[in-house]
Structures are given as structure tokens and as C-alpha cells.
């Protein structure tokens, strides 16, 4: 079989082309052929191994379209990932407001919206500013640091683990549980996080007990622990999922994110010299990080009737990923796309989604984390340049680097 990577992308034919294929990512997001779609076949069938396929959409206002129709295109049917039971069995996923539709989705959403409001979130600066700080004070003497292990790991996880109320003590654990959560996303076989929400459902039973006993109500698994939806207590499969999902979605994006972006700073090192003079370029700047990154790359949906999407007629209960990283580049929407230009007016990108229910909840700490990690280490990192080959994570859903080896000029730890 020839490698996709020796078909240039704008030779292969659209219709033979299985975009899920990871040759096409071995250095990031395909751009070059995701365009040639969007021109072309911005709603396609896609072709999957062992027979059957799907639609993938590629263009921004299909994306936006399918996202907003709920009731066209259901999370709940079948999932987000294209085998249902990608990661644990459909049954136990359907508790996650990933996998919900409305009504319910909108009940459960509530329970931890407040935590996430533009106050609550202003309210965490000081304290992830200082988690910044004592994270780059532990390497910044050095000169050299992984940024993706040494920066962009430490300070989402931690920022999450604070949120949970979790000690501080258990964050190897939880990196190591997150970690098999993000690979169970990309085992051959399905299921795979089963032996980790095993070691969660212990975890958070101590967890519930030693807060209860402290009295405490002011961590979001107290309010999980003492949330109702028609008028119940959550049971414990739907607390389990909850906290699962926030303490790997709530790091793993903004993770992702970081370190994708400072790779894209430092391979434009005008922005990242503009960005050092006048950190107030940081908000846009971190929109277009967000856009150019775009770091899950997609969902998928499950038509729960014949429609039309695109122009193509899409049969009840075909599968449909929504290509998000795809959507933040369209050319109908964005100037000059593949140029990186953090003085871009703050573009309408689906690095949170498509738009609809399912924005997003925890997109106000994550521009918060992103940018308070973009200025310290800006201000800090004096000299700041790649130092070695960057890893990725082989993977067509999610664009994430394993390792960033940068060098810089040794500084001094901040004093207090």
C-alpha cells in the first residue's frame, strides 16, 4: 500500500482519501488537503477501513450548521468518537455532557456553569499567575526546559486539581490517569480507560468522604457531590463522569494548546518579539493561537434523520465528524487563513466548537490559563528558541505535541 505521505495532498483523489488515516498527520493537521476539501467537497464520504465510511465537514458555516441542529445531529446516538465505545462502553459515556442532547444537557450543564462564570474565572488569575511562577522557577536557572512536560502539563493539571480539591501530593496520579484516558482515545481496541475509571471511583469515593468530613463546599466535587437534577442527587456513575471528564478535559486542551502555541511563536519570532514589548497583544494573540491550533481537531455526531448537509443527502443514522480544525481556516470567513497574525481582528474560530449547546464550558479558564502561562513565560524566557526535534502524539483527533526542547538564557528564580 503507498503511503499517503508520498501522495502530495493536492494529487490524492477526494473520494479514496480516509482523513482518519494518521499518515496524513505525521506533522500536524493535513491544511494543504483540508483546503482542497473545503473547496471542493466541503461535506464528504470518507472511506474507513474494513468497509463503511463517513461524512466528514470540513467548511466553517456546515460545521456551525450541524453544531447548532442538536436535533438533526445528536451527540447522545452514537458518541463523539466513531466507535462508540472508543474509550468505555457507550453507556457509561452517555452520562458526560458530551454526550448529551437537550433537555438534558441543558439540566446538567447547569450544575457546574456557575463555577465557570466570567467572575468565578477572574478570580482564579492571582492564583494561577503564582502557579506559573513556581512552575518556571523550577527550570528557569537551567536555561533549558521540555515546555510541554515541564510547563504545559504542571500548570493546567494543577489549576484543575485545585478547582477538584484534590491534594496536591496525588498529581502524579492523575497525570498518569489522564494520560491512559488521552491514549484509550487511540487504542485499537474499545473500552480501553475501563482499568482507569476503576482507580477514578476509588480515588473520588476517598475524595467525597475526606471533603465531607472537612466540611467542605467550596470545591466543584462538592458541588458535584451535593448536585440535583429533577430534583435527585446525581448518582455515583454520573459523579464519576463528571469528575473524569474535568480533570482530563479541563487540562488536556489547554495543554495542548500552550505548547502548540509557543511553537507557533517561536517559529514567527516577530509575533513572539511583539508579544515581549506589549503583553497587551496578549487576548488577541491567544485567539489566534487558539485558531491556528485548533487542537481538537473533531467530533463526530450521528444523523438521527435523512437531511441534507452541504448539498449532500445524509441518511438517518450515518455517522458525521465535524472538522473543527478544518472550520478555523476557511477561507470564506478568514484573510489569508495559513498566515499566523496575532493582530487578527478575534476571529469567529471552533477551536470551542461549532457554536450551539455544546460550546465549550470551560473556555473562560482556558483563554485564562493560556494567557497568563503565554506572559510569564514571554517575560521570563529571555532568548527563548527551540532546542532539539518536537514530538507529536500520533493522533488524527487530537493535535498535541509529546515533548517541546527549548533553550533560552538562564534566569533567576522570582524572589518571595
Known amino acids: 500500500m503507498t503511503s499517503t505521505m508520498e501522495i502530495p495532498a493536492g494529487a490524492a483523489k477526494l473520494d479514496e482519501v480516509d482523513l482518519f488515516d494518521l499518515r496524513w498527520h505525521a506533522d500536524g493537521p493535513p491544511h494543504e488537503l483540508l483546503a482542497r476539501m473545503r473547496e471542493q467537497a466541503p461535506v464528504r464520504w470518507n472511506p474507513l477501513p474494513g468497509g463503511g465510511g463517513c461524512w466528514t465537514v470540513t467548511g ?6 450541524a453544531s447548532r441542529d442538536t436535533a438533526t445531529f445528536s451527540s447522545h446516538e452514537g458518541g463523539i468518537l466513531l466507535h462508540p465505545d472508543q474509550v468505555l462502553p457507550l453507556d457509561v459515556t452517555r452520562n458526560l455532557l458530551l454526550y448529551m442532547d437537550p433537555p438534558q444537557h441543558t439540566k446538567y450543564r447547569l450544575i457546574l456553569q456557575k463555577a465557570f462564570t466570567p467572575h468565578a474565572v477572574r478570580e482564579l488569575e492571582a492564583s494561577i499567575r503564582a502557579r506559573v511562577t513556581r512552575t518556571i522557577d523550577r527550570f528557569i536557572e537551567s536555561g533549558r526546559a521540555d515546555l510541554v512536560a515541564d510547563l504545559a502539563v504542571p500548570v493546567p493539571l494543577g489549576v484543575v486539581t485545585e478547582l477538584l480539591g484534590v491534594p496536591e501530593e496525588d498529581f502524579d496520579r492523575f497525570l498518569a490517569w489522564t494520560t491512559q484516558v488521552e491514549e484509550a482515545t487511540r487504542a485499537a481496541e474499545p473500552e480501553a480507560a475501563m482499568d482507569v475509571f476503576g482507580h477514578l471511583a476509588g480515588y473520588l469515593n476517598e475524595q467525597i468522604a475526606r471533603q465531607s468530613a472537612e466540611g467542605r463546599t467550596d470545591t466543584i466535587l462538592a458541588k458535584l457531590r451535593d448536585a440535583q437534577v ?26 495542548n494548546t500552550v505548547s502548540s502555541g509557543l511553537l507557533a511563536l517561536m517559529q514567527h519570532p516577530q509575533a513572539l518579539a511583539e508579544l515581549r514589548r506589549d503583553p497587551s497583544l496578549t487576548p488577541a494573540a491567544v485567539e489566534e493561537i487558539l485558531r491556528w491550533t485548533s487542537v481538537v481537531q473533531w467530533f463526530s455526531r450521528t444523523a438521527m434523520c435523512d437531511t441534507e448537509l452541504g448539498g449532500q443527502r445524509i441518511a438517518a443514522g450515518d455517522r458525521v465528524a465535524l472538522w473543527y480544525t478544518s472550520a478555523s481556516r476557511d477561507e470564506k470567513v478568514f484573510e489569508e487563513p495559513d498566515r499566523f497574525d496575532i493582530h487578527r481582528a478575534r476571529p469567529d474560530h471552533d477551536a470551542f466548537g461549532g457554536g450551539g449547546r455544546h460550546f465549550c464550558l470551560g473556555a473562560g479558564l482556558g483563554r485564562l490559563d493560556i494567557a497568563v502561562i503565554l506572559e510569564e513565560t514571554i517575560r521570563r524566557l529571555d532568548g527563548l528558541r527551540l532546542d532539539g526535534e518536537v514530538g507529536r502524539i500520533p493522533s488524527h483527533w487530537t493535535n498535541a505535541l509529546s515533548s517541546l526542547p527549548v533553550s533560552f538564557t538562564p534566569g533567576a528564580r522570582e524572589a518571595g
Open 60 to 65: 466553517h458555516a456546515e460545521v456551525s450548521q
Open 230 to 255: 429533577d430534583g435527585r442527587p446525581l448518582n455515583d456513575l454520573e459523579v464519576l463522569v463528571f469528575f473524569a471528564l474535568l480533570a482530563f478535559a479541563g487540562h488536556d486542551t489547554s495543554r
